[in-house]
């Protein structure tokens, strides 16, 4: 995609580096989120564009500062009677609760210059104000206090402008939540549904007026708060750069937000620019929408212990869907169904409430299905306005399908409800259970009552013009399809689904690899997924792109129309994995390893069983079918056992028991998470260290493989854990002992495609934990790494394509290391301690000529970034003699280090001398709660100790989150970070090219797109 890639830190050091080494004509600010614009800010405030002679293409910065700028942004507003909310700008705690008196609480607070409402919130008084506002300005240089419109509607509208003053507003979305929930944390649709036509083309009026005044060149979004009760308004914000929202636009409309506003950066008007989707069009045109888009966040806060659930101003959410249709009940039951949280729609969901009232005031992440709940306990539509805040229109249409529920149990099912349950976003299998039979009986019925849905094409005119659009989905509300199928000339491949903890952007890589390798070998694609945030749902990255939901039956009806040679499974992650063996069952065929062959890997029992038979050694097991048997295995092996349910992603409900007790729950917990499959419970190891081997095979022969270890000890995910490429610390016996089990493995179960495999090792000891029949998150990592992608040769080798090349991945003379990204900052309450169940939202990697440099930059990649020389230290008992030369190094280096009694007292027994500072439960000072929360220190490390359990340890971890402190909770990457920080030479290294470490051939010239 590019000639020169760097894998380094988006810091002012690193990225001035690059501008010096690559000395680039132009740069482009908008198009990597908040995080891209203020870096760009910095350094134009520091003239690091003005010395290097680097022009700044698009918006002009002076106007990007005013749209972050809470200040400047008010007063440019008032400058052409754009209305603001009532609001004052605070540089300090003082002046924050002097605004607030003013206002009167409750009042909104909002931070400058941060990502997904970072920091802001409802505040209610002083003692509120006062903690939220110090966290806030230990990470940005200012806030808002805002009156609170409570109730308002939030309305959106996508803009685009070219250096002429053309503007567009491609799409208008309308947040189903009223003002207080961030648009990223709420239901969102497009167009808005509850908007008069006089308020709809007043806001556009406004958009347009407001973005021209401040000179916008590109893409933007533009925030509203809208009064229902008289329609009058508020401008929130505008955010000059493209955004979450941007990116749902561009899928709701198919109006290329990002290709757009590329070309008017580069001097084009939108004129001149044809609509990709239609060919024949101007992009001067307005997208109109003949059907319904609906986006529904994806949260994952079950995984996180001690988590807040409640939803508001502070984005929690890790991604999300958009679901098409043309009802509203339709896309949202859809939306749902795509979530992959167990549920089949409003109707059939996994939760249960004592009063859904409590969970829809204050919200929390389960809000919808509360308002459904409310409905089937008899609440009105009035009584959960009124609580609520939802406009009507959108709980009439929840009451509704409440409604239709009951009818659905109650009546006989004739064609006639049945077409009208379809129309409305029944499932067949949610169908079935208020019926009383199988969903495979439903599907029968429906089909030979011909209710079968019809595939639309977007054209993004509403059918005004002609168009040949690739662009589809599904609905019930339609007579006939807009296309005929593709047939035995193409692949079928399915997506990754939403964002969430154990499913990114990897795997959205995998797809989009696969189908670029499926094209260079002559076979047309289909493109399956649910998520707008992803590349393999742009309309140009395949012959075919359904955005559909990923269930068996909305998979088989896809298949059942597009009759294609077959389906790719294996490179979607677990939600694409799970639909192999029930494909396979009604007889559609699956491309690489044998869905059966899966299903011997997927199932813990079967997969220790094979590796019994096989000779290779694994942590002692047993199937777990009665908690009284649980008890007694793990009697015999010793405590602590890991509990290990079948068919999960991210080690959902995985979690190590120390006691009985434990044992008990967490026993519960993962038979609920997977009823269909056994749940096996494990001897755990600790103090051991885990492997990796990513690879692809063919016909069960190895064809090319990457080990890797991670940093810290086994008992991390291995989507939190810290991995490094090549191994840096393993035994030539380690390897040559792993290459072997790995080929036993893969050739019992017959493997075609991509695969991992975890390892323990202890001692020179190798067992082996799983085996995924799948790409894994890891598979771009190596491939980027080795510079041999593992995807297409994985591709090809579904493909029946033989590579006799040897592919050489064991010695290199640089050094990755990919670190997982955290988000505990916006999670309030959760413990940021890394476990067997995975945490983290996303992950970086970094190159280097070693293992502290690769891994130094990849941590300060992580956004964090040590302010100050001073460190508190706290570790365990166990873990103290560890950190003596560490410590002393850091010292050495001018560091100020502060510790508490235990920690302090053995330090200063080995000769190396710490500052005191008091435990919280001693309530003294010079104390470590204060020393934390006055920014005395730029670094924790907070190891918690495995035999005892320290409150005051987990209260330190979240004062340095709050605190924006960046904190390290393992002991082998913390005693890494104390080695990078002390070397001076690590910490002079200039940045490197991608290219100037790995051999890859400079990518093809793009043609152009219009």
């Known amino acids: 995609m590019a000639d020169r890639v760097y894998f380094q830190p988006l810091n002012v050091k690193s990225v001035t580096a690059i501008l010096k080494q690559e000395r680039p004509d132009i740069v482009l600010l908008s198009f990597g989120g908040q995080t891209a614009l203020n870096l760009g800010l910095e350094l134009e405030a520091r003239k690091v564009f003005a010395r290097l002679g680097i022009k700044v293409l698009g918006t002009p910065v002076s106007s990007i500062r005013i749209t972050e700028d809470r200040a400047l942004f008010k007063e440019a507003m008032a400058a052409i009677g754009t209305k603001t909310a009532r609001s004052t700008v605070a540089y300090s705690t003082k002046e924050a609760l002097a605004a607030a008196k003013d206002i009167g609480y409750p009042v909104m607070l909002r931070s400058g210059f941060s990502l997904g409402g970072l920091g802001s919130g409802r505040v209610d008084n002083d003692k509120q104000l006062r903690e939220k506002v110090e966290q ?41 939540d009223p003002m207080g929930i961030h648009t990223g944390e709420s239901i969102v649709v497009a167009p808005s549904q509850t908007l008069t036509n006089d308020e709809y083309h007043h806001l556009r009026e406004v958009a347009i007026r407001s973005i021209n005044h401040l000179g916008i060149i590109g893409e933007c979004n533009i925030q509203y708060a809208l009064d229902p009760k008289n329609g009058d308004y508020r401008v929130i914000e505008v955010n000059a750069r493209l955004s979450r929202s941007s990116a749902l636009a561009s899928k709701a409309t198919g109006y290329p937000l990002a290709f757009v506003a590329t070309k008017l950066m580069l001097g084009k008007h939108l004129h001149e620019l044809t609509n990709s989707v239609t060919g024949s069009t101007p992009a001067f045109y307005e997208p109109a929408l003949d059907y319904l888009a609906l986006k529904i966040p994806r ?53 249960r ?7 829809i005031h204050p919200a929390t992440d389960r809000r919808l299905f509360a308002v459904y709940e409310a409905f089937k306990s008899g609440r009105s539509i009035d009584e959960v306005h009124a609580i609520s805040r939802i406009d009507r229109w959108f709980l009439r249409h929840i009451s509704d399908i409440c409604q239709l529920e009951n009818q659905l149990q109650e009546e006989r099912l004739t064609a006639k409800l049945l077409r009208t349950a379809k129309g409305f976003g029944f499932s067949d299998k949610t169908i079935g259970t208020l019926t009383g039979v199988s969903e495979e009986v439903i599907r029968s019925r429906r089909q030979k009552a011909g209710i079968r849905p019809v595939i639309k094409q977007i054209d993004t005119l509403a059918g005004e013009f002609a168009a040949s659009t690739n662009y589809l989905y599904s609905t019930y509300h339609g007579a006939v399809s807009d296309v005929k199928p593709l047939g035995k000339k193409a692949v079928t491949v399915i997506g990754s689904g939403p964002y969430c903890i154990g499913s990114s952007v990897e795997f959205d890589w995998c797809a989009v690899n696969t189908g670029k390798t499926l094209q260079a070998n002559g076979w047309q694609t289909i493109m399956v997924n649910s998520n707008p945030e992803t590349v393999s749902t742009d309309f140009d990255r395949s012959d075919r792109l359904y955005f559909e939901e990923l269930s068996l039956e909305r998979m088989r009806d896809i298949l059942d129309f597009e009759k294609p040679h077959g389906t790719v499974v294996s490179v979607g992650g677990q939600i694409a994995n799970n639909l192999a063996l029930p494909l396979a069952k009604n007889d559609y065929h699956i491309l690489g390893t044998d869905p059966t062959q899966i299903d011997r890997a997927e199932d813990r029992k079967k997969f220790s069983a094979m590796l019994t038979r096989l000779h290779i050694d694994q942590p002692a097991w047993q199937e777990v079918t009665s908690l009284v048997k649980a008890k007694t295995f793990a009697n015999h092996v ?69 080990i890797s270890e991670h940093i810290e000890n086994a008992g991390v995910h291995s989507g939190d854990a810290t991995v490094v ?36 090792a202890k001692d020179n000891d190798l067992k082996v934990i799983e085996c995924n029949v799948r790409a894994s998150r890891s598979f771009p990592f190596v491939s980027k790494v080795t510079g041999n992608n593992f995807i297409s040769i994985a591709t090809e080798a579904m493909l029946g394509i033989d590579h006799p090349t040897y592919f050489k991945t064991l010695d290199y003379d640089y050094v990755a290391v990919k670190s997982p990204q955290f988000s505990y900052n916006r999670l309030k309450g959760a413990d940021p301690v890394a476990g067997v169940e995975m945490a983290s939202t996303g992950e970086v990697a970094c190159f280097g000529d070693n293992i502290a440099e690769a891994y130094f930059r990849s941590w300060l990649a992580t956004e964090q970034q040590v302010k100050k020389p001073a460190l508190f230290l706290s570790v365990p008992d166990e873990q103290k003699h560890k950190f003596v030369e560490e410590t002393a190094s850091l010292i050495n280096a001018g560091w100020k280090i502060f510790t508490t009694a235990g920690t302090h007292a053995y330090l200063q027994d080995h000769g190396v001398k710490t500052q005191l500072v008091h435990k919280i439960s001693e309530r003294k000072e010079p104390g470590v709660a204060s020393t934390i929360a006055k920014q005395c220190v730029g670094l924790a490390i907070s190891v918690p100790s495995t035999t005892a359990d320290n409150k005051d340890a987990y209260t330190i971890r979240r004062l340095a989150i709050d605190s924006h402190i960046p904190l390290l909770t393992d002991a082998e990457t913390g005693r890494l970070l104390m080695r990078c920080l002390s070397d001076k030479a690590l910490l002079a290294a200039l940045p490197k090219a991608w290219q100037d470490y790995v051999d890859i051939k400079a990518p093809a010239k793009v043609g152009k797109r219009s």
Not at 153 to 168: F, I, L, P, S
Not at 316 to 324: D, F, H, I, P, R
Not at 336 to 351: D, E, F, K, T, V
Not at 655 to 677: G, K, M, R, W
């Open 353 to 359: 409430f004592n009063n859904p009232l409590d969970e």
């Open 136 to 176: 806030a300005f230990a990470a940005v240089p200012q806030v808002l206090i805002e009156e609170f419109l409570v109730g308002w509607k939030e309305v959106e509208y996508e803009v685009v402008r070219d250096k002429a003053g053309n503007t567009v507003t491609v799409c208008n979305m309308e947040n189903l």
């Open 299 to 351: 949260w994952d806060l079950a995984k996180l212990k001690s988590i807040d659930h409640t939803i508001g101003s502070e984005m929690k959410s890790v991604g999300e869907v958009m679901a098409l249709g043309r009802s509203f009940p339709e896309v949202l039951q859809k939306a749902i169904r795509m979530l992959n949280i167990g549920a089949q729609g409003l109707s059939a969901h996994p939760y």
């Open 725 to 760: 490429f090549p191994a840096q610390r393993l035994y030539l016996e380690t390897v040559r002992q792993a290459r072997t089990m790995t080929k036993q493995i893969i050739s019992n179960l017959k493997i075609t495609g991509p695969f991992n495999i975890q390892f323990i």
């Open 638 to 706: 010793g405590y602590p056992v890991i509990i290990r349910p079948s068919y999960v992603l991210s080690g959902g409900a995985m979690n190590v028991a120390t006691n009985e007790a434990e044992l008990a729950f967490f026993v519960s917990e993962a038979a609920n998470i997977s009823p269909d499959h056994p749940v096996v419970i494990s001897k755990f190891m600790t103090n051991a260290k885990e492997i990796e081997i990513d690879g692809v095979a063919k016909g069960g022969k190895l064809e090319i493989y990457a």
